[in-house]
């Protein structure tokens, strides 16, 4: 049976692309597969994500997030996909929101006993940047 979609892939692209960074929408098919299915999934997923978007920054956030909403389209948050348990796989048609290169450790204060990271820092570099101050950072189990 066939379903109606007022909206084509290719007009969610068009409106995905102005909503953020130039370059920041991947819709390579090797790209797709690799950010839709974890390394550690046994068997095939059910179908590839329908872009990725590479946040450079807060705006791009948003502009995933206003496009998904427009469309009604499932959003799936990665970081830097290193855990070693299965996380957040792309659903078929989603839009994958890749945090990869939002990694900066924005500040580490001892006196309060506060780390303040963007959403795409590595667990194991802010315990670095901690020891550094003399503190530690310990994840829990399964993070990465």
């Known amino acids: 049976m066939a379903t109606f979609a007022a909206f084509s892939n290719t ?9 953020v960074s130039a370059g920041a929408v991947v819709t390579d098919p090797a790209e ?32 995933a997030l206003a496009t998904a909403r427009k469309y009604h389209i499932p ?5 830097a996909h290193t855990s070693t348990v299965i996380g957040a796989d792309g659903i078929p048609g989603s839009i994958i929101l890749s945090t990869i290169t939002m990694n900066h450790i924005l500040e ?7 780390a303040v990271v963007e959403p795409g820092v590595i667990n194991g570099d802010l315990d670095q940047a901690a020891r550094k101050q003399g503190m530690f950072y310990a994840p829990t189990l399964g993070q990465n």
């Open 11 to 19: 007009d969610i692209l068009q409106d995905l692309r102005s909503r």
């Open 32 to 63: 797709l597969k690799k950010y839709s299915y974890s390394e550690n999934m046994t068997g095939e997923g059910a179908g590839l994500a329908l872009a990725i978007v590479e946040a450079q920054n807060t705006a791009d956030i948003q502009g």
């Open 75 to 79: 959003i799936v948050p990665q970081s």
């Open 108 to 114: 580490i204060s001892k006196a309060d006993s506060l």
